[in-house]
């Protein structure tokens, strides 16, 4: 059973590029989150794809945007790079719309894909 | 706002012994989850034990157990007989119940030692 996979594992772009990130979620999962990972720190929520739609977002620009498919994949996109974009950017994937309301359900994380911007 | 600390930057430990890793957390809501996430070099987080704010009986998993002291706003993890395959980082979550936006602290480096 594969788990939540995502690419690319590791990527370098200059300031002022765009680049896509994309996320498969683990089999039987609905549910897409995007975590920001800076260096150091613990991971923080962009948002969150439920139904090919953005359900919920964390305090991040619109720089960055997403999308899911209908096969419930995932993409996050970031405009105009920022050296401080540069960090492990983790998708994790869940059923249904509502974390916890799932009962035992929890967050499956990817390896994520490490950003440089230099 | 919902914020998570934890005070330990880095933690050692022999192979073997018991350690505890602490985290306190900020909310002002009743009905919440509480989380211990374990990220090794591989970078996968990977859940290590969860916790309902309304049990009061403390979450074990094998030799993962917790300490919740509600009333304290405290969630620290317990490792018995710490194995090698236990350095990492690990990082204490929590999230509301009517939310998915899941909070984490900045992580405790956690050094298993032969």
């Known amino acids: 059973d594969a788990g939540v996979t995502q690419s690319p594992t590791h990527l370098i772009k200059t300031r002022g590029q765009q680049v896509t990130l994309r996320c498969s979620p683990k089999s039987g999962h609905d549910t897409v989150s995007w975590y920001q990972q800076a260096l150091g720190q613990g991971p923080q929520f962009i948002f969150q794809?439920?139904?090919?739609?953005?359900?919920q977002r964390g305090n991040f620009p619109d720089r960055f945007s997403g999308h899911q498919f209908p096969n419930y994949s995932s993409e996050l996109n970031v405009n105009a790079l920022l050296l401080g974009d540069s960090a492990l950017y983790l998708c994790?994937?869940?059923?249904?719309?509502?974390?916890?309301?799932?009962?035992?359900?929890?967050?499956?994380f990817g390896a994520g894909s490490r950003l440089t911007v230099l | 706002a919902q914020t998570v600390t934890q005070s330990q930057p880095e933690m050692s430990v022999q192979e073997a012994e018991t350690v505890t890793l602490s985290c306190t957390y900020d909310t002002s809501e009743n009905n919440y989850y509480l989380f211990w996430y374990k990220q090794p070099p591989s970078r996968q987080m990977i859940l290590v034990i969860r916790q309902e704010a309304y049990k009061q009986q403390n979450a074990t998993e094998n030799r993962f157990s917790v300490n919740f002291q509600k009333a304290a706003k405290s969630f620290s993890l317990k490792i018995s007989d710490s194995q090698l395959g236990d350095t990492a980082m690990y990082f204490c979550a929590f999230i509301l119940y009517n939310n998915n936006d899941m909070r984490f602290g900045a992580g405790t480096r956690l050094t298993v030692k032969p």
């Open positions: 794809y439920y139904e090919e739609e953005e359900r």
């Open positions: 994790a994937s869940s059923w249904g719309a509502l974390l916890v309301r799932s009962g035992a359900n929890v967050l499956t």
